[in-house]
């Protein structure tokens, strides 16, 4: 909706246009719902599967993903379907690979947040074994530098992560080759039940970008423009040659590891401090009703489409069919042309 | 020896020639056999690039790639840091944005070293999500070279187990050269086996055609006989044609099966000889128990058991280090007496 309110000097701050901004919200938004909405169908058992809530963490997710560009390739973890969705990844699909439907982006090889869709939105379908996807994230931004474009790559983590070798190999290869790469530690203070001491000694994981000769900046991930802005220069610099940035945004994982942990191991504490003050999804809202980019009136027409957008998907996943039985036995080689059929199903279309 | 920058003329239609070259006979060795199908792959296709360690100005461990970075400059022959999950994951990154990578390890041993990457990522992901990645990883394999527990693995009943990644082992320059090239070629995984103790000891003519290829999946039998069958790849095929040659002197014909691609394998091959011989000898360099020679004697017990005269033998390795000493090694490994003794108990039974 637009506005009447005039420029303002602090209108001119905004690093975004109302536009945008609105835009952003509304993925909030929508991430929010879907997450609470899910996670009520698991405890239901009308889920399938698994189902890691992302909630509390969107602010890192839509604030990193909004600073991409559609040719950029995102290497998430399951626990950042938020930044997918952001990306553009479509609902009805998404809801599909929940319900191991043929329409899911994996064609009911995978499910839950184990998504991606390279040949669309350009996300790698996400592994379990983090953070498997960093040297991945490596040698899609080798290609972009090969081929002399200025596309990057991002790949996004936990905070359980950088205790991997993988973790420290993928950044050390990237600031050798100077890769046009930018990489995100989703800092939840979770890996699992083990809070940040049990995973690393330093005072945060910003710091560890210096060991790598790269910048590394920490920033606050229940504020969506402060993730935005910081993961917009790392892009940037990545773009322009700069080569590989380090960003930790903190947040706290609201839920526990998946939809069955109560997370008993979190101090009630925290995690009241967490969903009173730095709630990203509630801080941005009343940062955009105080700018006057959007009215409360607005905020409920975002609401109610959200919800009707979730019904429709909810129908779609429902409706589309299951995969043949006899497809478990397709698509391991490119030979047989399973995944070269019916491009408008999930999964690969291109041929290599 | 100090690298010579200067390119070789032209040899194989293509201009140049890696540094390595054929004898004066015009016969290529096995290493050099590998190093023709990386040239000419790296001249037929700029997406083709070679990463790993030292691969670069030092040209490689065993000096397969030596001349390449003068020739195709550092952009495609990437020396790397020493971070084996990371070349694999760079090569499958790049892979999913069209590049045809060739990752090389220095020894087979350590793609242990790169293992998550290797079974995890680059054999599932074309199945899980369609994005087919041509990613060839090639290294030296095998023992017998007194290189001791680090340096003499087999790995490939590792990587066959992954099942999504095509796992050649050739025991021939040609074969080597013909199925390299059709590796870079697949738009499949694949794992390259070379086995060590060949390159330098084995050597024949090899077709200097730019598009010569020997395919994926196909066995070949190497020696015709009537009495017995060995099953074999790798470096135990040039044993079993030897001991082959010392049981003909004794009237007992053996018919040599090389495998050449382990994974996929080609049960048809094995069986048609052992439906003419009735009698298989399974030799193998990797370990007895759950070694690739398993696989082959259970599909003959499963798919040729009515054709069987004799019980299925096997004759691999234990699960167990490779050791360094001659005396021990050599008692390790499969030798030619060892197959000759099998292979009499065999025709005997």
Redesign the interface.
Known sequence: MATDVDPSAEQQDRPLPDERLKEMLGTLMLCRYFDERMEALYRQGRLPGAFYSGRGQEGTHVGTASALRADD?LFPTHRDLSAQLTKGLDLNRVMAQYWGRIDG???G??GNSHI?D??GNRT??V?S?LP?????????????K??GDDRI?LAICGDGSTSN??WH??L??SA?FQLPVVWVVNNNQFAYSAPNPVEFHTATIAEKAVAYGMPGVRVDGGEVLEVFEAVRSAVERARNGGGPSLIESVSLRWRGHAGHDPAKYMAPELLEEYMTLHDPVKNFQEKLLSWGVVTKDDIETVSEQIAADFEVAHAFALASPFPEPGDAFL?????DG??TREPGR????E?? | MMANPKVEGAAAGHGAEPRGKRGEDGQATYLIAVAEALWEEMERDERVYMLGEDIGGYGGAFKVTEGFIERFGGDRVMDTPIAEETIVGMAVGSAMEGLRPVAEFQYADFMTSGFDEITTVLSRYHYRAGVPLPVVLRGPSGGGVRASSFHSINPEPWFAYAGGLKIMCPAFPSDAKGLLKSAIRDDNPSMFLEHKWLYRRIKEQVSTDPDFTVPIGKAAVKREGTDLTIVTYGAMVHKALEAADALEEKGVSAEVVDLRTVYPLDEDTVLRSIEKTSRALVLYESYKFLGIGSEVAAIIAERAFEHLDAPVIRLAPPNLPVPFSPTLEDAFLPQVADIEAAADKLAAW
């Open positions: 390739s982006y994996l064609r090889r995978d991606g390279w040949y790698f379908a592994m074994h498997i996807a960093y040297p991945v994230a490596c040698g899609a931004a080798l290609a972009y090969r081929a790559a070798g993988r190999e993928a050390n290869m050798v698509g391991n080689w490119t030979d399973y995944w999930g999964g690969g279309t041929s290599a």
